[in-house]
């Protein structure tokens, strides 16, 4: 069985991971646009995307491939850029913030840096 929730806005039951009500259409709060979920094809980008909007992930896709022709494949960039900058699950963090946070390293500065240094 599915976990739901109740919508803010007309009090509808929504499935747990939707973002916006698709009966009056309200934002719900806490909502965070990630790639994971079930109807995943690729790498969760369209269903992100379609999960925000309130739209049929199918509709998102054709969508994308019409843009991918039009802008003879400048939609790819598009499509990496919002891969990278979205989690892959909802408590998860997205590859360039990982990536930011294994360069940062401890705040205390009590390791040593990540990247090897040769002399």
Same mark, same amino acid.
């Given at each position: 069985?599915?976990?739901?929730?109740?919508? &803010?806005?007309?009090?509808?039951?929504?499935?747990? $991971?939707?973002? !916006?009500?698709?009966?009056?259409?309200? #934002?719900?709060?806490? @909502?965070?646009?990630?790639?994971?979920? $079930?109807?995943?094809?690729? %790498?969760? +980008?369209?269903?992100?995307?379609?999960?925000? =909007?309130? %739209?049929? &992930?199918?509709?998102? !896709? #054709?969508? =994308?491939?019409?843009? %991918? &022709?039009?802008? =003879?494949?400048?939609?790819?960039? &598009?499509?990496? %850029?919002?891969? @990278? =900058?979205?989690?892959?699950?909802?408590?998860?963090?997205?590859? +360039?913030? !990982? /990536? /930011?946070?294994?360069?940062?390293?401890?705040?205390?500065?009590?390791? $040593?840096?990540? /990247? $090897?240094? !040769? #002399?």
């Amino acid at each position: 069985m599915d976990a739901t929730k109740r919508c &803010v806005a007309c009090a509808m039951d929504l499935r747990d $991971e939707a973002t !916006r009500c698709p009966h009056c259409q309200a #934002v719900q709060p806490g @909502a965070v646009m990630h790639r994971g979920g $079930e109807g995943r094809k690729l %790498l969760g +980008v369209c269903l992100a995307l379609s999960r925000q =909007f309130g %739209l049929d &992930v199918a509709l998102v !896709r #054709v969508a =994308f491939i019409i843009a %991918l &022709v039009v802008t =003879f494949g400048a939609t790819l960039m &598009v499509y990496g %850029l919002l891969w @990278a =900058f979205t989690p892959p699950s909802p408590i998860g963090k997205a590859p +360039v913030q !990982r /990536v /930011v946070d294994w360069m940062s390293g401890p705040a205390d500065g009590s390791a $040593e840096p990540k /990247v $090897e240094r !040769r #002399v």
